[in-house]
Nanobody
Framework: QVQLVESGGGLVQPGGSLRLSCAAS????????MGWYRRAPGKQRELVAT???????NYAGAVKGRFTISRDNAKNTVLLQMNSLKPEDTAVYYC??????????????WGQGTRVTVSS
């Protein structure tokens, strides 16, 4: 089993910054993709940004140029630096690990979510 724990959410004013962190724990052998999704009020969950173990990134168009994903493969952590935040970035942000392999096999895992509110 792999557990994902997020931190770093909170309330921020428009134009501000936040950094989200996610740490994966367990008897982890490898994780192919780590990243972030979000679910805004009344909307479906959507991709924010992902990064492969090789460093390839994928960003949603709405966050390109404002958000930066980074990852430490050795520590099984992924960060999301969010700058120039807008009210429409308000959502619960979920850490995601795809093809995460442990002694129990390989699977997809989700964190519990951390709330980000952008409001003045």
């Amino acid at each position: 089993q792999v557990q994902l724990v997020e931190s770093g959410g909170g309330l921020v004013q428009p134009g501000g910054s936040l950094r989200l962190s996610c740490a994966a724990s367990g008897s982890i052998f490898s994780i192919n993709v780590m990243g972030w999704y979000r679910r805004a009020p009344g909307k479906q969950r959507e991709l924010v940004a992902t990064m492969t173990s090789g460093g390839n990134t994928n960003y949603a168009g709405a966050v390109k140029g404002r958000f930066t994903i980074s990852r430490d493969n050795a520590k099984n952590t992924v960060l999301l630096q969010m700058n120039s935040l807008k009210p429409e970035d308000t959502a619960v942000y979920y850490c995601y690990a795809d093809y995460a392999c442990s002694a129990d096999g390989c699977s997809t895992y989700w964190g519990q979510g951390t709330r980000v509110t952008v409001s003045s």
